[in-house]
């Protein structure tokens, strides 16, 4: 292209309009030795340019830079991801897209992250790496154009959330408190129940100078059989939570809790006991007659409520004992206690002890006749509950 080369710059002739006041046509009187190249759809972007990048017509030039610089057959995104509160959310991860450079599509500071796609038609998902934040699933965008936007807006997970791992965990920007409930691993069984993990809460915790909170979920104890008499089944693992300093270092223990005990197996009926905890575990008992005859009881029910609010409900609960010649299963104790495991009347079959659930449920106890000694096993793993405020 050519500058317009003036002799005199910027010269023009007004010409009245007949009949219409303070209106005038504008003529150049610059006397150009040079025209330059005029601006119009021919100089800038012709039609047959269009054709050969895939763009429309009706495209300007900075189409046609961008086409050019996603590559020939390549659709454009920009998506902008955003806070409930409209605020841009930077750092967040593109699933279904990668950036122009083919690495990870990481949205900036402004929440906008660019991405590439050889289809009109994409799913795109957003990872998140905060705790209180969802990742975010399918969401489906056309592609309108060179270089299409959609914006997403994130949801805060449901409250109180269970982290059920160990490891590294960090809250948004948006966080303010939190509340922390800690639950231990449950207790292994024999015959009789393992207690249930026990749990401790820390309340409005000021989201000051962490950076993240380092986890350690308690493991559930192992049971013990009745080869393995005069023996304790294992005692749930401790569950711990450390604060993450902004140097990223492991700093203070802000909460923990022990795990619930586990069952003993003794000499006899009587020596049985079961593991203690957040809901006892359940006794073996009953002989009568010289006959052996095994009674099962169930496992006592957690006592501490999550957050102390009875509304969120109880954690922990101790795992029923086993029993012989009954028909049905004595229970777990609420509300993640392993129910115990039986012998069904008249067919000497066995049936397994129940299973605990997470967090924190004591193991329920198994029930040995003849040749069949079924081992006692192992309580739930503890875990975190997570309640944050923005």
Same mark, same amino acid.
């Given at each position: 292209?050519?500058?317009?080369?003036?002799?005199?710059?910027?010269?023009?002739?007004?010409?009245?309009?007949?009949?219409?006041?303070?209106?005038?046509?504008?003529?150049?009187?610059?006397?150009?030795?040079?025209?330059?190249?005029?601006?119009?759809?021919?100089?800038?972007?012709?039609?047959?340019?269009?054709?050969?990048?895939?763009?429309?017509?009706?495209?300007?030039?900075?189409?046609?830079?961008?086409?050019?610089?996603?590559? !020939?057959?390549?659709?454009?995104?920009?998506?902008?991801?955003?806070?409930?509160?409209?605020?841009?959310?930077?750092?967040?991860?593109?699933?279904?897209?990668?950036?122009?450079?083919?690495?990870?599509?990481?949205?900036?500071?402004?929440?906008?992250?660019?991405?590439?796609?050889?289809?009109?038609?994409?799913?795109?998902?957003?990872?998140?790496?905060?705790?209180?934040?969802?990742?975010?699933?399918?969401?489906?965008?056309?592609?309108?154009?060179?270089?299409?936007?959609?914006? !997403?807006?994130?949801?805060?997970?449901?409250?109180?959330?269970?982290?059920?791992?160990?490891?590294?965990?960090?809250?948004?920007?948006?966080?303010?408190?939190?509340?922390?409930?800690?639950?231990?691993?449950?207790?292994?069984?024999?015959?009789?129940?393992?207690?249930?993990?026990?749990?401790?809460?820390?309340?409005?915790?000021?989201?000051?100078?962490?950076?993240?909170?380092?986890?350690?979920?308690?493991?559930?104890?192992?049971?013990?059989?009745?080869?393995?008499?005069?023996?304790?089944?294992?005692?749930?693992?401790?569950?711990?939570?450390?604060?993450?300093?902004?140097?990223?270092?492991?700093?203070?223990?802000? !909460?923990?809790?022990?795990?619930?005990?586990?069952?003993?197996?003794?000499?006899?009926?009587?020596?049985?006991?079961?593991?203690?905890?957040?809901?006892?575990?359940?006794?073996?008992?009953?002989?009568?007659?010289?006959?052996?005859?095994?009674?099962?009881?169930?496992?006592?029910?957690?006592?501490?409520?999550?957050?102390?609010?009875?509304?969120?409900?109880?954690?922990?609960?101790?795992?029923?004992?086993?029993?012989?010649?009954?028909?049905?299963?004595?229970?777990?104790?609420?509300?993640?206690?392993?129910?115990?495991?039986?012998?069904?009347?008249?067919?000497?079959?066995?049936?397994?002890?129940?299973?605990?659930?997470?967090?924190?449920?004591?193991?329920?106890?198994?029930?040995?006749?003849?040749?069949?000694?079924?081992?006692?096993?192992?309580?739930?793993?503890?875990?975190?509950?997570?309640?944050?405020?923005?």
């Amino acid at each position: 292209m050519e500058n317009r080369q003036p002799t005199y710059p910027g010269r023009v002739i007004l010409t009245p309009v007949p009949g219409t006041a303070n209106t005038y046509d504008i003529t150049r009187a610059d006397e150009p030795t040079v025209d330059g190249t005029p601006l119009n759809k021919e100089t800038l972007l012709q039609d047959t340019t269009c054709a050969i990048l895939g763009i429309p017509n009706t495209s300007v030039p900075n189409d046609a830079f961008v086409k050019l610089a996603l590559g !020939i057959g390549k659709y454009g995104y920009v998506i902008h991801v955003q806070y409930q509160d409209g605020s841009p959310a930077e750092g967040y991860i593109l699933t279904g897209l990668n950036a122009p450079d083919g690495t990870e599509a990481v949205t900036n500071s402004n929440g906008d992250a660019v991405g590439v796609s050889t289809e009109q038609s994409v799913t795109i998902g957003v990872s998140s790496p905060y705790v209180d934040i969802q990742d975010v699933g399918a969401v489906l965008v056309q592609s309108t154009g060179v270089l299409t936007t959609e914006t !997403i807006t994130l949801q805060h997970n449901q409250f109180p959330y269970l982290i059920s791992q160990s490891g590294n965990y960090y809250f948004s920007p948006k966080v303010k408190s939190f509340d922390l409930c800690a639950v231990g691993g449950g207790g292994g069984s024999s015959y009789a129940g393992g207690g249930g993990g026990y749990a401790t809460n820390l309340l409005d915790i000021q989201n000051e100078n962490i950076n993240g909170l380092n986890i350690a979920i308690g493991a559930g104890g192992n049971g013990t059989s009745r080869n393995d008499i005069d023996s304790t089944a294992g005692t749930g693992g401790s569950t711990a939570v450390k604060r993450i300093n902004q140097t990223g270092d492991i700093g203070e223990t802000l !909460i923990s809790s022990d795990g619930g005990g586990g069952a003993h197996s003794g000499t006899s009926v009587t020596s049985h006991t079961p593991g203690t905890g957040n809901g006892n575990g359940g006794a073996i008992f009953g002989s009568s007659g010289g006959t052996a005859y095994y009674k099962g009881s169930p496992g006592g029910d957690g006592t501490t409520y999550i957050f102390d609010e009875p509304d969120l409900g109880l954690t922990g609960g101790g795992g029923a004992s086993g029993a012989q010649t009954v028909a049905t299963p004595a229970k777990g104790g609420s509300p993640n206690g392993a129910a115990g495991g039986y012998y069904t009347i008249g067919t000497n079959t066995y049936n397994q002890p129940g299973t605990p659930i997470v967090p924190g449920g004591g193991a329920g106890g198994g029930m040995a006749l003849g040749n069949l000694n079924p081992p006692g096993t192992k309580g739930a793993s503890g875990g975190v509950y997570i309640r944050c405020h923005y």
